[in-house]
Protein backbone atom coordinates (compact mmCIF):
# COMPACT_ATOMS: atom_id res chain seq x y z
CA UNK A 1 0.00 0.00 0.00
CA UNK A 2 1.43 3.68 -0.88
CA UNK A 3 1.87 5.97 1.81
CA UNK A 4 -1.32 8.03 0.67
CA UNK A 5 -3.15 4.66 1.22
CA UNK A 6 -2.06 4.72 4.67
CA UNK A 7 -2.89 7.72 5.34
CA UNK A 8 -6.22 6.77 6.78
CA UNK A 9 -4.77 4.48 9.18
CA UNK A 10 -2.37 6.55 10.10
CA UNK A 11 -5.07 9.28 10.98
CA UNK A 12 -6.75 6.53 13.21
CA UNK A 13 -3.88 5.79 14.92
CA UNK A 14 -3.02 8.89 16.18
CA UNK A 15 -6.45 9.68 17.02
CA UNK A 16 -6.10 6.38 18.94
CA UNK A 17 -3.49 7.78 20.51
CA UNK A 18 -4.77 11.36 21.58
CA UNK A 19 -8.01 8.88 22.89
CA UNK A 20 -5.80 6.54 25.34
CA UNK A 21 -4.00 9.86 26.53
CA UNK A 22 -6.98 11.88 26.79
CA UNK A 23 -5.85 12.46 31.07
CA UNK A 24 -3.00 13.28 30.09
CA UNK A 25 -2.85 15.81 27.07
CA UNK A 26 -6.36 17.23 28.48
CA UNK A 27 -7.91 17.04 25.02
CA UNK A 28 -11.69 15.35 25.21
CA UNK A 29 -12.02 12.20 23.37
CA UNK A 30 -15.27 13.10 21.70
CA UNK A 31 -12.61 15.87 19.60
CA UNK A 32 -9.88 13.48 18.93
CA UNK A 33 -12.48 10.92 17.42
CA UNK A 34 -14.31 13.68 15.30
CA UNK A 35 -11.25 14.76 13.43
CA UNK A 36 -9.67 11.48 13.06
CA UNK A 37 -13.14 10.15 12.08
CA UNK A 38 -13.81 13.12 9.14
CA UNK A 39 -9.87 13.18 8.70
CA UNK A 40 -9.79 9.44 7.31
CA UNK A 41 -12.86 10.27 4.89
CA UNK A 42 -11.47 12.97 4.10
CA UNK A 43 -8.51 11.51 2.74
CA UNK A 44 -10.40 8.16 1.04
CA UNK A 45 -12.96 10.59 -0.88
CA UNK A 46 -9.94 12.33 -1.79
CA UNK A 47 -7.94 9.74 -2.55
CA UNK A 48 -10.72 7.54 -4.70
CA UNK A 49 -11.02 7.74 -8.57
CA UNK A 50 -14.44 8.11 -7.99
CA UNK A 51 -15.39 10.80 -5.44
CA UNK A 52 -19.40 10.18 -6.52
CA UNK A 53 -18.91 6.58 -5.27
CA UNK A 54 -16.99 7.21 -1.75
CA UNK A 55 -19.56 9.94 -0.91
CA UNK A 56 -22.20 7.63 -1.82
CA UNK A 57 -20.48 4.70 0.50
CA UNK A 58 -19.91 7.60 3.17
CA UNK A 59 -24.03 7.84 2.95
CA UNK A 60 -24.78 4.20 3.30
CA UNK A 61 -22.36 4.02 6.29
CA UNK A 62 -23.65 6.78 8.10
CA UNK A 63 -27.08 4.91 7.94
CA UNK A 64 -25.80 2.00 9.73
CA UNK A 65 -23.93 4.63 12.29
CA UNK A 66 -27.10 7.01 12.60
CA UNK A 67 -28.97 4.01 13.82
CA UNK A 68 -26.38 2.67 16.31
CA UNK A 69 -26.31 6.73 18.05
CA UNK A 70 -30.60 6.84 17.82
CA UNK A 71 -30.39 3.86 20.09
CA UNK A 72 -27.76 4.83 22.55
CA UNK A 73 -29.24 8.60 22.98
CA UNK A 74 -32.53 6.88 23.51
CA UNK A 75 -31.66 4.48 26.19
CA UNK A 76 -29.46 7.54 27.73
CA UNK A 77 -32.28 9.49 28.09
CA UNK A 78 -34.81 6.93 29.68
CA UNK A 79 -32.15 6.00 31.97
CA UNK A 80 -32.00 9.48 32.80
CA UNK A 81 -35.51 9.89 33.14
CA UNK A 82 -35.67 6.82 35.51
CA UNK A 83 -32.86 8.57 37.89
CA UNK A 84 -34.51 11.93 37.84
CA UNK A 85 -37.79 10.32 40.04
CA UNK A 86 -35.32 8.73 41.96
CA UNK A 87 -36.44 5.03 40.65
CA UNK A 88 -33.35 3.59 41.44
CA UNK A 89 -33.93 4.05 45.68
CA UNK A 90 -36.35 1.72 45.15
CA UNK A 91 -33.68 -1.19 44.33
CA UNK A 92 -31.28 0.43 47.36
CA UNK A 93 -34.20 0.61 49.98
CA UNK A 94 -34.58 -3.23 49.79
CA UNK A 95 -31.00 -3.81 50.66
CA UNK A 96 -31.37 -4.90 55.29
CA UNK A 97 -28.50 -6.85 55.55
CA UNK A 98 -25.51 -6.09 58.07
CA UNK A 99 -23.25 -8.25 56.89
CA UNK A 100 -20.20 -7.76 54.54
CA UNK A 101 -19.99 -10.61 52.90
CA UNK A 102 -24.14 -10.96 52.08
CA UNK A 103 -23.95 -7.24 51.16
CA UNK A 104 -20.91 -8.25 48.56
CA UNK A 105 -23.35 -11.10 47.37
CA UNK A 106 -26.02 -8.76 46.95
CA UNK A 107 -24.38 -5.83 45.46
CA UNK A 108 -22.38 -8.33 42.79
CA UNK A 109 -25.92 -9.73 41.81
CA UNK A 110 -27.96 -6.83 41.60
CA UNK A 111 -25.08 -5.18 39.53
CA UNK A 112 -24.47 -7.93 37.46
CA UNK A 113 -28.53 -8.29 36.50
CA UNK A 114 -29.14 -4.38 36.43
CA UNK A 115 -26.27 -4.11 33.91
CA UNK A 116 -28.21 -6.33 32.04
CA UNK A 117 -30.97 -3.99 31.69
CA UNK A 118 -29.81 -0.88 31.28
CA UNK A 119 -26.09 -0.67 30.48
CA UNK A 120 -23.08 -1.08 32.27
CA UNK A 121 -21.53 2.26 33.11
CA UNK A 122 -25.05 3.11 34.34
CA UNK A 123 -25.33 0.48 36.60
CA UNK A 124 -21.62 0.87 37.84
CA UNK A 125 -22.28 4.41 39.06
CA UNK A 126 -25.79 3.64 40.44
CA UNK A 127 -24.36 1.48 42.87
CA UNK A 128 -20.98 2.34 43.41
CA UNK A 129 -23.18 5.58 44.87
CA UNK A 130 -25.03 3.11 47.15
CA UNK A 131 -21.99 1.45 48.40
CA UNK A 132 -20.63 4.99 48.98
CA UNK A 133 -23.81 4.90 51.75
CA UNK A 134 -23.58 1.84 53.17
CA UNK A 135 -20.36 2.11 54.15
CA UNK A 136 -17.84 4.11 55.93
CA UNK A 137 -14.61 2.47 55.42
CA UNK A 138 -12.92 3.64 52.90
CA UNK A 139 -10.90 0.01 51.97
CA UNK A 140 -14.54 -1.78 52.14
CA UNK A 141 -15.49 0.59 49.84
CA UNK A 142 -12.64 0.09 47.09
CA UNK A 143 -13.05 -3.54 47.37
CA UNK A 144 -16.78 -3.35 46.50
CA UNK A 145 -15.65 -0.74 43.63
CA UNK A 146 -13.79 -3.23 41.89
CA UNK A 147 -16.31 -5.95 41.83
CA UNK A 148 -19.13 -3.52 40.84
CA UNK A 149 -16.65 -2.87 37.48
CA UNK A 150 -16.30 -6.70 37.58
CA UNK A 151 -19.94 -7.15 37.77
CA UNK A 152 -21.44 -4.44 35.73
CA UNK A 153 -18.91 -5.22 32.26
CA UNK A 154 -19.94 -9.06 33.30
CA UNK A 155 -23.84 -8.21 33.30
CA UNK A 156 -23.74 -6.11 30.37
CA UNK A 157 -21.51 -9.00 28.09
CA UNK A 158 -24.33 -11.00 27.94
CA UNK A 159 -27.01 -8.70 26.82
CA UNK A 160 -28.10 -6.27 23.61
CA UNK A 161 -28.58 -3.35 26.01
CA UNK A 162 -25.74 -3.88 28.75
CA UNK A 163 -22.66 -3.04 26.56
CA UNK A 164 -22.39 -0.76 23.69
CA UNK A 165 -20.27 -3.17 22.21
CA UNK A 166 -22.94 -5.97 22.10
CA UNK A 167 -25.56 -3.45 21.52
CA UNK A 168 -23.30 -2.66 17.99
CA UNK A 169 -22.97 -6.67 16.72
CA UNK A 170 -26.75 -6.41 17.64
CA UNK A 171 -27.72 -3.62 15.78
CA UNK A 172 -25.50 -4.29 12.41
CA UNK A 173 -26.71 -8.11 12.55
CA UNK A 174 -23.79 -10.01 13.77
CA UNK A 175 -26.32 -11.51 16.51
CA UNK A 176 -29.69 -11.72 17.71
CA UNK A 177 -31.02 -11.08 21.00
CA UNK A 178 -32.09 -13.65 22.49
CA UNK A 179 -29.73 -16.53 21.13
CA UNK A 180 -26.79 -13.55 22.66
CA UNK A 181 -28.58 -14.10 25.94
CA UNK A 182 -29.04 -17.81 25.61
CA UNK A 183 -24.63 -18.27 24.67
CA UNK A 184 -23.35 -15.95 26.68
CA UNK A 185 -25.48 -15.73 30.37
CA UNK A 186 -23.44 -18.94 31.71
CA UNK A 187 -19.83 -17.81 30.80
CA UNK A 188 -21.01 -13.97 31.86
CA UNK A 189 -22.32 -15.36 35.19
CA UNK A 190 -19.00 -17.40 35.93
CA UNK A 191 -16.44 -13.76 35.20
CA UNK A 192 -18.25 -12.51 37.71
CA UNK A 193 -18.95 -15.04 40.46
CA UNK A 194 -15.32 -16.36 40.61
CA UNK A 195 -13.76 -12.69 41.71
CA UNK A 196 -17.11 -12.78 44.03
CA UNK A 197 -16.57 -15.77 46.04
CA UNK A 198 -12.82 -14.98 46.02
CA UNK A 199 -13.73 -11.24 47.60
CA UNK A 200 -15.87 -12.69 49.77
CA UNK A 201 -13.24 -15.12 51.47
CA UNK A 202 -12.00 -11.54 52.67
CA UNK A 203 -15.09 -10.42 54.42
CA UNK A 204 -16.24 -13.58 56.50
CA UNK A 205 -17.42 -12.77 59.55
CA UNK A 206 -16.88 -8.88 59.17
CA UNK A 207 -19.88 -6.87 59.60
CA UNK A 208 -21.03 -3.63 58.84
CA UNK A 209 -23.18 -0.20 60.47
CA UNK A 210 -24.90 2.04 57.82
CA UNK A 211 -27.12 4.72 58.89
CA UNK A 212 -30.50 4.66 57.51
CA UNK A 213 -30.67 7.04 54.53
CA UNK A 214 -33.72 8.92 54.60
CA UNK A 215 -34.52 9.92 51.07
CA UNK A 216 -35.53 13.10 50.31
CA UNK A 217 -39.39 13.25 49.24
CA UNK A 218 -39.34 15.34 46.51
CA UNK A 219 -41.29 13.23 44.81
CA UNK A 220 -44.70 10.74 46.06
CA UNK A 221 -43.30 7.32 46.00
CA UNK A 222 -45.30 5.90 43.61
CA UNK A 223 -43.85 8.12 41.10
CA UNK A 224 -40.98 7.01 41.17
CA UNK A 225 -42.27 3.43 40.92
CA UNK A 226 -44.48 4.02 38.30
CA UNK A 227 -41.57 5.13 36.71
CA UNK A 228 -39.07 2.75 37.48
CA UNK A 229 -40.99 -0.40 36.30
CA UNK A 230 -42.31 1.47 33.29
CA UNK A 231 -38.82 2.19 31.80
CA UNK A 232 -37.50 -1.20 32.66
CA UNK A 233 -40.41 -3.01 31.20
CA UNK A 234 -39.78 -1.00 27.67
CA UNK A 235 -36.17 -1.34 27.91
CA UNK A 236 -37.37 -4.97 27.91
CA UNK A 237 -39.89 -4.48 25.47
CA UNK A 238 -36.73 -2.92 23.32
CA UNK A 239 -35.71 -6.15 21.99
CA UNK A 240 -39.14 -8.30 21.26
CA UNK A 241 -40.36 -5.01 19.23
CA UNK A 242 -37.30 -6.05 16.99
CA UNK A 243 -38.65 -9.77 16.81
CA UNK A 244 -42.08 -8.70 16.31
CA UNK A 245 -42.10 -6.22 14.16
CA UNK A 246 -38.76 -6.96 12.21
CA UNK A 247 -37.78 -3.17 12.42
CA UNK A 248 -34.00 -1.91 13.49
CA UNK A 249 -33.63 -1.84 17.16
CA UNK A 250 -33.49 2.01 17.10
CA UNK A 251 -37.33 1.74 16.34
CA UNK A 252 -38.34 0.10 19.48
CA UNK A 253 -36.20 2.55 21.63
CA UNK A 254 -38.11 5.64 19.76
CA UNK A 255 -41.08 3.62 20.49
CA UNK A 256 -40.15 3.34 24.36
CA UNK A 257 -39.05 7.07 25.05
CA UNK A 258 -41.96 8.00 23.33
CA UNK A 259 -44.10 5.65 26.19
CA UNK A 260 -42.31 7.53 28.61
CA UNK A 261 -42.63 10.29 27.22
CA UNK A 262 -46.35 10.05 27.50
CA UNK A 263 -45.97 8.42 31.56
CA UNK A 264 -44.71 11.33 32.83
CA UNK A 265 -46.81 13.84 31.19
CA UNK A 266 -49.67 11.73 32.46
CA UNK A 267 -48.11 11.38 35.91
CA UNK A 268 -47.58 15.07 36.34
CA UNK A 269 -50.81 16.18 34.53
CA UNK A 270 -52.43 17.67 37.70
CA UNK A 271 -49.09 19.46 38.82
CA UNK A 272 -49.55 22.85 36.81
CA UNK A 273 -49.64 24.85 39.57
CA UNK A 274 -45.48 24.15 39.98
CA UNK A 275 -44.69 23.86 36.34
CA UNK A 276 -41.53 25.30 37.03
CA UNK A 277 -40.28 22.74 39.45
CA UNK A 278 -41.90 19.90 37.49
CA UNK A 279 -40.38 20.61 34.06
CA UNK A 280 -37.31 18.78 35.64
CA UNK A 281 -39.11 16.09 35.95
CA UNK A 282 -39.70 15.76 32.18
CA UNK A 283 -38.17 13.85 29.21
CA UNK A 284 -37.24 17.03 27.48
CA UNK A 285 -34.67 17.72 30.53
CA UNK A 286 -33.40 14.09 30.35
CA UNK A 287 -32.37 14.60 27.04
CA UNK A 288 -30.33 17.84 28.13
CA UNK A 289 -28.42 15.90 30.72
CA UNK A 290 -27.23 12.87 28.03
CA UNK A 291 -24.03 12.16 27.95
CA UNK A 292 -23.37 13.67 24.62
CA UNK A 293 -19.58 13.68 24.14
CA UNK A 294 -20.17 10.28 24.35
CA UNK A 295 -22.45 10.05 21.43
CA UNK A 296 -20.23 12.25 19.15
CA UNK A 297 -17.13 9.93 20.34
CA UNK A 298 -18.75 6.72 19.31
CA UNK A 299 -19.78 9.03 15.69
CA UNK A 300 -16.13 10.29 15.14
CA UNK A 301 -15.01 6.40 16.13
CA UNK A 302 -17.21 4.28 14.02
CA UNK A 303 -16.84 6.86 11.09
CA UNK A 304 -13.07 6.39 11.33
CA UNK A 305 -13.39 2.41 11.09
CA UNK A 306 -16.00 2.72 7.98
CA UNK A 307 -13.05 4.90 5.82
CA UNK A 308 -10.85 1.97 7.34
CA UNK A 309 -13.10 -0.56 5.56
CA UNK A 310 -14.03 1.26 2.59
CA UNK A 311 -10.12 1.72 1.85
CA UNK A 312 -9.80 -1.96 2.14
CA UNK A 313 -7.33 -1.18 5.16
CA UNK A 314 -9.16 -3.56 7.53
CA UNK A 315 -9.61 -6.57 4.78
CA UNK A 316 -5.21 -6.71 5.15
CA UNK A 317 -5.65 -6.45 8.86
CA UNK A 318 -7.95 -9.48 8.85
CA UNK A 319 -6.12 -11.46 6.37
CA UNK A 320 -2.28 -10.52 8.92
CA UNK A 321 -4.71 -11.75 12.20
CA UNK A 322 -5.98 -14.96 10.02
CA UNK A 323 -2.59 -15.42 9.26
CA UNK A 324 -1.10 -15.50 12.36
CA UNK A 325 -3.36 -16.58 14.85
CA UNK A 326 -4.85 -19.22 12.14
CA UNK A 327 -7.91 -19.47 14.91
CA UNK A 328 -10.84 -17.53 15.80
CA UNK A 329 -10.89 -17.76 19.65
CA UNK A 330 -7.19 -16.86 19.63
CA UNK A 331 -8.02 -13.64 17.89
CA UNK A 332 -11.69 -13.00 20.00
CA UNK A 333 -9.35 -13.42 23.01
CA UNK A 334 -6.24 -11.28 21.86
CA UNK A 335 -8.97 -8.40 21.07
CA UNK A 336 -10.71 -9.12 24.99
CA UNK A 337 -6.90 -9.04 26.48
CA UNK A 338 -6.46 -6.07 24.05
CA UNK A 339 -9.57 -4.10 25.13
CA UNK A 340 -8.47 -4.05 28.70
CA UNK A 341 -5.95 -1.29 27.20
CA UNK A 342 -7.81 0.91 24.38
CA UNK A 343 -11.24 1.16 24.17
CA UNK A 344 -13.65 -1.53 23.30
CA UNK A 345 -16.05 0.31 20.63
CA UNK A 346 -12.87 1.11 17.99
CA UNK A 347 -12.01 -3.09 18.66
CA UNK A 348 -15.35 -3.93 18.05
CA UNK A 349 -16.19 -1.83 15.61
CA UNK A 350 -12.87 -2.72 13.38
CA UNK A 351 -13.80 -6.64 13.91
CA UNK A 352 -17.20 -5.75 12.60
CA UNK A 353 -15.61 -4.04 9.18
CA UNK A 354 -12.87 -6.91 9.17
CA UNK A 355 -15.13 -9.78 8.87
CA UNK A 356 -18.55 -9.24 6.89
CA UNK A 357 -21.68 -11.59 7.40
CA UNK A 358 -20.39 -13.47 4.57
CA UNK A 359 -17.23 -14.44 6.24
CA UNK A 360 -18.64 -14.79 9.93
CA UNK A 361 -22.77 -14.96 9.22
CA UNK A 362 -25.27 -13.84 11.82
CA UNK A 363 -25.04 -15.65 15.40
CA UNK A 364 -22.00 -16.93 14.33
CA UNK A 365 -19.71 -18.24 17.22
CA UNK A 366 -17.34 -15.79 16.77
CA UNK A 367 -19.16 -13.08 17.30
CA UNK A 368 -20.74 -14.43 20.17
CA UNK A 369 -16.98 -14.97 21.62
CA UNK A 370 -15.86 -11.57 20.42
CA UNK A 371 -18.93 -10.26 22.88
CA UNK A 372 -17.69 -12.17 25.67
CA UNK A 373 -14.19 -11.47 25.41
CA UNK A 374 -14.68 -7.41 24.30
CA UNK A 375 -17.25 -6.58 27.04
CA UNK A 376 -15.37 -8.29 30.30
CA UNK A 377 -11.80 -7.86 29.24
CA UNK A 378 -11.56 -4.44 29.90
CA UNK A 379 -12.09 -4.77 33.46
CA UNK A 380 -8.51 -6.05 33.83
CA UNK A 381 -7.44 -2.47 34.16
CA UNK A 382 -9.51 0.18 36.32
CA UNK A 383 -9.20 1.91 32.69
CA UNK A 384 -9.98 -0.45 30.26
CA UNK A 385 -13.69 -0.01 30.33
CA UNK A 386 -16.47 2.89 30.78
CA UNK A 387 -17.48 1.63 34.09
CA UNK A 388 -14.49 1.30 35.49
CA UNK A 389 -13.06 5.02 34.57
CA UNK A 390 -16.16 6.35 36.40
CA UNK A 391 -16.21 4.02 39.70
CA UNK A 392 -12.42 5.45 39.68
CA UNK A 393 -13.36 9.09 39.89
CA UNK A 394 -15.84 8.03 42.12
CA UNK A 395 -14.10 6.31 44.76
CA UNK A 396 -10.61 7.95 43.77
CA UNK A 397 -9.12 4.17 43.49
CA UNK A 398 -5.65 4.28 42.35
CA UNK A 399 -4.41 2.52 39.38
CA UNK A 400 -1.84 0.98 41.04
CA UNK A 401 -4.60 -0.34 43.89
CA UNK A 402 -6.81 -1.94 41.07
CA UNK A 403 -3.60 -3.57 39.25
CA UNK A 404 -2.70 -5.21 42.47
CA UNK A 405 -5.53 -6.36 43.97
CA UNK A 406 -8.35 -6.37 41.36
CA UNK A 407 -6.51 -6.93 37.55
CA UNK A 408 -5.42 -10.80 38.07
CA UNK A 409 -9.59 -11.54 39.98
CA UNK A 410 -10.62 -10.15 37.08
CA UNK A 411 -8.18 -12.15 34.20
CA UNK A 412 -9.51 -15.17 36.27
CA UNK A 413 -12.79 -14.53 35.85
CA UNK A 414 -12.16 -13.58 32.26
CA UNK A 415 -10.03 -16.58 32.07
CA UNK A 416 -13.49 -18.90 33.29
CA UNK A 417 -16.00 -17.47 31.19
CA UNK A 418 -13.79 -18.58 28.09
CA UNK A 419 -13.62 -22.02 29.29
CA UNK A 420 -17.27 -21.88 30.19
CA UNK A 421 -18.00 -20.43 26.78
CA UNK A 422 -15.26 -23.40 25.09
CA UNK A 423 -17.78 -26.28 27.08
CA UNK A 424 -20.81 -25.01 26.08
CA UNK A 425 -19.74 -24.68 22.01
CA UNK A 426 -18.54 -28.91 22.87
CA UNK A 427 -21.68 -29.06 24.17
CA UNK A 428 -24.10 -27.59 21.67
Known sequence: MSFFALLPLIFFIAAYAAIAM???????????????????????????????????????????????????????????????????????????????????????????????????????IVMCSLCSKLLHDKE???????????????????????????????????????????????????????????????????????????????????????VFFSGLVLLLFVPLFKSLTHLPPFMGMMFAMGLIWLVTTLINKRKAENLDDMNRYTVAQALQRVDTPSILFFLGILLAVSALETNGT????????????????????????????????????????????????????????????TGTGGSAIIIGSAAGVAVMGIEQIKFGWYLRRMSLLALLGFAVGIAVFLLQMQAV
Request: charge should be neutral; aromatic fraction near 10%.
Open 22 to 124: EHTLKFNKAASALLGGVLCWTVVVLQSPDTGAASTALMQHLSDIASILFFLLGAMALVEVIDSYEGFAFITDQIQTRSLRHLLYLVAGITFFLSALLDNLTTA
Open 140 to 226: DRLWFAGLIVIAANAGGAWSPLGDVTTTMLWISGQITAFNIMRMLFLPSLFVCLLPTLLIAHRFRGKKFIAPRVQQPGTLPRWKSQV
Open 314 to 373: LHVLANALDHSLQSDYLIGTALGILSAIVDNVPLVAAAQGMYPLSHFPTDHAFWEFLALT
